[in-house]
């Protein structure tokens, strides 16, 4: 067993409750250790004209999300999460489901975002199967058995990403089935459109425009909500209703921008623990 899969099992049997006030102190330190992290952090929350006093606990809830990891990834599939757990807006879902064309679960940087997928998997997969879900192994040789680990669970599936995966979302999406996307990650070039996101234009993938168009599928916004420390997570879901999902003529940048305004509604229902760290704005990478 590696070292770093050994720490992250030493450090999953410690409450998760207790790792969550370390890593609050953690998201702290690293506030008060780098400046460009602060200047980065501000500017975003400033662009967004979110109020500091509503998106200054997401310092706290950075550092939680790290010390999360390994109670998030290294968590025995034979525990489920329970009542660790709650939902809110879980019929929303399930009504998408029952229409048969399928349902993707838009979930941004946002709360704990790692323990959704495991949540929606473990709670929906025995009655409408496994979510399906694009894969991309870790830059980083020593978090690719971690983050492989998180992935291998109970109504779990993995497709690559590549076009062969796309296709396999597509006939996931047109046999009833679900996928979840993660909406405000920067593609890489090729794969996306220039469109705004508070206020200013960054590069927005458009496959989850396009999954939608081309199949029907419901889209539902989905946000993990973190609780107090050993309170546990409340999974918020609610339908999207965007006619620009809906149309295949519509152009690319236009349904971008519909997609970027859904993520906006939900940063702003809970700006304390957005990821404003992330540099949605940055230039997209160039792959191969």
């Known amino acids: 067993m590696a070292p770093a899969t050994r720490l992250f099992v030493w450090l999953s049997r410690v409450p998760l409750a207790w790792m969550q006030r370390v890593g609050a102190v953690l998201g702290w330190w690293v506030w008060a250790l780098s400046p460009r992290y602060r200047q980065h952090f501000k500017a975003n929350v400033q662009a967004a004209k979110v109020p500091w006093h509503e998106a200054r606990p997401a310092i706290a809830a950075m550092g939680m999300m790290v010390a999360e990891l390994p109670w998030v990834w290294m968590r025995s599939t034979s525990e489920p999460l329970g009542d660790v757990v709650r939902w809110d807006g879980a019929e929303h879902f399930e009504a998408a489901m029952q229409t048969g064309k399928g349902v993707i679960v838009l979930s941004p940087h946002l709360g704990c975002w790692e323990i959704g997928a495991q949540a929606i998997a473990e709670k929906?997969?025995?009655?409408?199967?496994?979510?399906?879900?694009?894969?991309?192994?870790?830059?980083?040789?020593?978090?690719?058995?971690?983050?492989?680990?998180?992935?291998?669970?109970?109504y779990l599936a993995s497709a690559p990403t590549s076009l062969a995966g796309v296709r396999t979302l597509i006939r996931t999406l047109r046999a009833g089935g679900y996928t979840a996307i993660l909406p405000d990650q920067v593609p890489p070039l090729g794969q996306g459109v220039w469109a705004p996101f508070f206020g200013r234009e960054v590069y927005t993938m458009t496959l989850l425009s396009k999954l939608a168009q081309q199949t029907g599928a419901a889209v539902i916004l989905t946000w993990c909500e973190r609780l107090a420390p050993g309170q546990g997570f409340c999974m918020h879901m609610r339908p999207f209703e965007a006619h620009e999902l809906r149309d295949p003529a519509c152009a690319p940048e236009v349904a971008a921008a519909a997609v970027n305004r859904g993520v906006e509604a939900m940063v702003r229902a809970a700006p304390g623990q957005y990821l404003w760290s992330y540099a949605r704005d940055k230039q997209p990478r160039v792959e191969g």
């Open 124 to 154: 929906f997969g025995p009655r409408f199967g496994p979510l399906v879900a694009l894969y991309r192994p870790a830059r980083k040789a020593w978090l690719e058995p971690l983050v492989a680990q998180a992935r291998t669970r109970p």
